[in-house]
Nanobody, 122 residues
Framework: QVQLVESGGGLVQAGGSLRLSCAAS????????MGWFRQVPGKEREFVAF????????FYADSAKGRFTISRDNATNTVYLQMNSLKPEDTAVYYC???????????????WGQGTQVTVSS
């Protein structure tokens, strides 16, 4: 049983930065993977990035590569998404999630946070 709470969303101008946080509580193990996804109204939820808890392997969607950085803090069971050079098309609700392994598919994630809104103005 894992609970996830996202924070850090808000309104930012194009070109600006935001750091999202996702605090995990409950029973967690080194074998899990934590990912970030985003969704806009009328569209499917899309993968942004993941990090494996053991080893810290990262993988990014093409849209995030070079601009976003995912990281983890083992002491606090927290995963971060540093978002730089934000674009209006980054506007979405961002969700963190936990999977059994290093997957980028939505259906492979077992637990989800409530989401945090990111709005990028032009």
């Amino acid at each position: 049983q894992v609970q996830l709470v996202e924070s850090g969303g808000g309104l930012v101008q194009a070109g600006g930065s935001l750091r999202l946080s996702c605090a995990a509580s409950g029973r967690t193990f080194n074998s899990h993977t934590m990912g970030w996804f985003r969704q806009v109204p009328g569209k499917e939820r899309e993968f942004v990035a993941f990090i494996t808890w053991s080893g810290g392997r990262t993988f990014y969607a093409d849209s995030a590569k070079g601009r976003f950085t995912i990281s983890r803090d083992n002491a606090t069971n927290t995963v971060y998404l540093q978002m730089n050079s934000l674009k209006p098309e980054d506007t979405a609700v961002y969700y963190c999630a936990v999977a059994r392994g290093p997957w980028s598919r939505v259906t492979m994630y077992d637990y989800w946070g409530q989401g945090t809104q990111v709005t990028v103005s032009s």
